[in-house]
């Protein structure tokens, strides 16, 4: 399984981008997705979920602002973040589970794309 985020770049405070992890795999999009993220100095942090059956959680940070789906024509998963603000700033990291649990922690995930540099600008 391969995974390739893509769409980080530089945004203003209030701006959005939208994140996307191609997914390449025998298999399709069969598993729990998830994003993560990690600013300088921080430990790598869970930003929101997509489980294979179907549930989505979001951090507090994010929620009411980020949306996390998923194409499975595509092997597709995204993230849309809007009201962007400078504390988002990171190397965002999509990543697939084997199992069909939500979890929050990156051990329980397998597979990680490269990460795609979000900054945010005041």
């Known amino acids: 399984v391969q995974l390739q985020a893509s769409g980080g770049g530089l945004v203003q405070t209030g701006g959005s981008l939208r994140l996307s992890c191609l997914v390449s795999?025998?298999?399709?999009?069969?598993?729990?997705m998830a994003w993560f993220r990690q600013a300088p100095g921080r430990e790598r942090e869970f930003v929101a979920i997509?489980?294979?059956?179907?549930?989505?959680s979001y951090a507090n940070s994010v929620k009411g602002r980020f949306t996390i789906s998923r194409d499975n024509a595509k092997n597709t998963l995204y993230l849309q973040m809007n009201n962007m603000k400078s504390e988002d700033t990171a190397v965002y990291y999509c990543?697939?589970?084997?199992?069909?649990?939500?979890?929050?922690?990156?051990?329980?995930?397998?597979?990680w794309g490269q990460g795609t540099l979000v900054t945010v600008s005041s």
């Open positions: 795999s025998r298999t399709g999009l069969n598993y729990g």
């Open positions: 997509f489980s294979s059956r179907g549930v989505i």
């Open positions: 990543a697939a589970a084997r199992n069909d649990g939500v979890y929050y922690r990156p051990g329980s995930y397998a597979f």
